[in-house]
């Protein structure tokens, strides 16, 4: 099976602008996370979608969104860039069954905010 | 709400050496718990789960057994490698207090490097 796939896996952009990533869950996961990773303050969770609802969210500015389409793959949004979001996106898919509920994380798509 | 502290790294050894990395936890559930690992330039890659007490996870050579009564999932291998090297998180998701299993709370990561 392919695993969690990201898109891009770099990007640049400008203060003020606003920027879209993408997140291809692992085929028959219907569960995807959205993590924010810095040095300062190490993983941080952004929010949960399950069948296209949004489960979860963190302690993000409103700044930050996300969606689930019906194929399960995911966008996360992040409007009026700060450079303090410049960060490692990581996006984590899961079956979402059972107690265990294991997520198997993308390779992260790395936003630099200048 | 819920936590996971790590031990101050980084850790630095020699192959074959003993690996303890120490994980501690506070939750209002029952969680699960998990190691993963991270190689630079990749994301998170899960290492081993254990989802009740007494519960030993196991990979790669790599264990952890969850203990309930010091709310602990420590990290340990018998002979550690050159390749071995990365950062390792240790994490819960628990779906006690209104939180789901889709939320996972990570230590800071502990920084190992192994020298030959």
Same mark, same amino acid.
């Given at each position: ?114 | ?8 790294? &980084? ?104 020298? &030959?």
């Amino acid at each position: 099976k392919a695993g969690v796939t990201q898109t891009p896996r770099y990007l640049i952009k400008t203060r003020g602008q606003q920027v879209t990533l993408s997140c291809s869950p692992i085929s028959g996961h219907r569960s995807v996370s959205w993590y924010q990773q810095t040095p300062g303050q190490g993983l941080q969770f952004l929010f949960e979608y399950f069948s296209e609802t949004q489960r979860n969210k963190g302690n993000f500015p409103g700044r930050f969104s996300g969606r689930q389409f019906s194929n399960s793959r995911s966008e996360m949004n992040v409007s009026t860039l700060e450079l303090g979001d410049s960060a490692l996106y990581l996006c984590a898919s899961s079956l979402a069954e059972g107690k265990t509920y294991e997520q198997y994380f993308g390779p992260g798509t790395r936003l630099t905010v200048t | 709400g819920n936590s996971v502290t790590q031990m101050e790294g &980084p850790v630095t050894l020699s192959e074959e050496a003993f690996l303890t990395i120490n994980c501690t936890y506070t939750a209002t559930g029952y969680p699960s718990l998990f190691w993963y690992v991270q190689y630079p330039g990749e994301g998170l890659q899960l290492l081993l789960k254990a989802t009740k007490a007494d519960d030993k996870g196991s990979n790669k050579g790599f264990e952890a057994t969850y203990r309930k009564e010091t709310t602990s999932f420590h990290l340990e291998k018998g002979s550690v490698q050159v390749s071995d090297s990365a950062v390792y998180f240790c994490a819960l998701s628990d779906r006690a207090g209104g939180t789901s299993y889709g939320k996972l709370t990570f230590g800071q990561g502990t920084i190992l490097t192994v020298h &030959p």
